[in-house]
């Protein structure tokens, strides 16, 4: 008997195709898992604690999608920020990368104050900055 194969199956999420899902099964997924491992670290309302504060419009090593797999799969060397590309499939790094861009502009209880560099996603105009820098 002759197995049958998919017509196309899905190619493996990875860094180089990785896209932000809003399949609601998903992100209930993705926030599962950040509260279960990431928030002892950025707080379960991402304001950053040990780690950053993931809802404001600033990222340490930049706010893609593809970004923020790369930083869940391998780590950060350094940092405390632990690979997680062992423990996580694919799918359920996509899906907390996924949850954790739904955080974007929330108001956390205590929010750390910014870290790193705006981040402006393509196809968006960066918003005047409304800070002034102090001589």
């Known amino acids: 008997i002759q197995k049958l194969k998919a017509a196309n199956p899905a190619p493996a999420i990875d860094e180089a195709n990785v896209t ?3 399949d609601v099964a998903a992100l209930a997924d993705g ?3 950040f509260t279960s491992i990431c928030a ?3 707080l379960a309302d991402g304001g950053g604690d040990i780690g950053p504060n993931l809802t404001d419009q600033y990222w340490k090593h930049g706010g893609s999608a593809t970004d923020l797999f790369k930083v869940v799969k391998n780590g950060v060397q350094g940092t405390n920020m632990v690979a997680w590309g062992s423990s996580l499939s694919p799918e359920k790094i996509r899906n907390v990368v996924s949850y954790v861009l739904t955080l974007q502009g929330t108001t956390p209880a205590k929010a750390k104050a910014p870290e790193g560099d705006l981040y402006t996603p393509q196809g968006t105009t960066t918003p005047a900055d409304t800070v002034k820098t102090q001589a």
């Open 20 to 22: 932000v899902t809003t």
């Open 40 to 42: 002892s670290c950025h």
């Open 31 to 33: 926030k599962t898992t």
